[in-house]
């Protein structure tokens, strides 16, 4: 199984992305380099794992958009081996405001689609890299079909697990060595859904992460956790679309 030494996170300030932090840094990483909107975000991720262990080199770099500049890609470790995309926003499908939409799509998609690209171009392509590099990205079970209650959201995380796979493809056709993984998550115990009253199928975010590590290190291309989401969201792609739009949740 594979073994991740030097790990980047983009949206390191994610629920999920702590807990994988937590597992990696326990798990033989030597290095972090986290990304966030906020340096005292990064701050209290490093205290955490220098509070497990101390001997880690860690580092912190703040983006305090959603641009991609030559300025955030000359701070990426090109000896990166993990690269995990993070960053996610959930807009409800009451919200009609246009700059709302555009936010939740540029957060889910249009932002880490471009980081993804950019990162293989600008920093892996351009210093010649031969090792292995793993993209991970955390979508969302609601991008396998998008309902009536999140169709922004979910149209925009079906896009970028749609992006992922023609990227990974382009990566096999170039012969790098880089395979890209899409997360699969239902839902998870985090600030995203704290308004949310049915709690029944919500997992905790330790339990998703231990689930996430486990099939990165076994390679595997999409990751769906908890695993039942597989089966869950098989039985709403193939169901009849009289009967899908009807569903509320």
Partial sequence: MKKFRNITVLGAGSAIAGEIIRILAADGAEKFSLISRSEQ???????DIKSREP?????SIVASGTEITADLMGKMDPQTDL?????????DSTVQ?????????RVNFIYPA??????????????SCRHNLTIAVIG???GCRARASNYCYGAAKAAVSEFADGLNAFCSQQKLNIGIRIIRPGLVATPMISHRKDRRLVAEPAAVARTIVSGLKKDRRIIYCPWYWRWIMLAVKIMPYRLFKKIKS
């Fill in 114 to 127: 471009l980081f993804m690209n950019e990162y293989i171009r600008s920093v892996y392509i351009r210093n």
């Fill in 55 to 59: 001997s880690l080199h860690c580092s």
């Fill in 140 to 142: 969302s079970v609601a």
């Fill in 41 to 47: 975000t990064n701050l209290s991720r490093i205290r």
């Fill in 83 to 91: 690269l995990l995309i993070a960053v996610g926003r959930l807009t």
């Fill in 97 to 105: 405001d246009p700059s709302e939409l555009e936010t939740t799509m």
